[in-house]
């Protein structure tokens, strides 16, 4: 693996990762307490959360995203042992694939749940800390599933859009406010879910030819994305979308 940059402006910063404990998530802890920031982290998998916690030293809460009362409670509760959040990285969300015949109402509403809604809440309980702070990072993960016209998971594709239009409409609000907000924009990423559901062989091939790039993209190059617009390097980047998808079309 390739030597990394390092941001002295990251270290002891206060970050917030939602989905901490795997994934994309779960490097994403570890390479901001590479950087000597103050990492705290939710996710409902409770074994894979002490894991993450003992290797990186994050704090962690517990708690179910699609609980939107439970989870500004965690989030509050993790700030007030910490300080208020400087940077927030929206991260949590599921690919589970879905025909479209097959969607019901629920499904539907839970999907949403899932992959959007608590994007939203987090925001609302990061923001006033943000505000008081002077200023603060907020990073959305959204996916090229939706740029490329992906299909086999629309109801999920259509979340991963709407995060689109959450990053610019709390970039207008937020801006005022020396808050800038993105979306680092993941192609297919490696992930060991990724390699154990769907990264067949023949999967895999057809999908080199379809990037720009020939190499399948190691997760950690999406968090190498989000530690820079979480600098004071990215300063001036807000409302904007930060693609990590070797060129895939």
Known sequence: MSEFAHYPSLTNKSVLVTGGAGGIGALTVEAFAAQGAKVAFVDR???A????AEKTGAAFALCDLTDIEATQAAINTLAAKQGAFEVLVNNAARDDRHDW?????DYWDERMQTNLRHMFFAIQAVAPGMIEAGGGS???LGSNSWWEAGG?????ATAKAAVHGLTRT???DLGAHRIRVNTVVPGWIMTQRQKDLWATPEALEKHRQRQCLPDLIDPTYVARMVLFLASDDAAMCTASNYMVEAGSI
């Open 138 to 140: 907020i990073i959305n």
């Open 152 to 156: 086999g998971f629309p109801a999920y």
């Open 101 to 105: 015949r097959d969607v019901t109402p």
């Open 45 to 47: 998998d409770a074994d």
């Open 170 to 172: 709390m970039a207008r």
């Open 49 to 52: 959360s002490a894991t993450v």
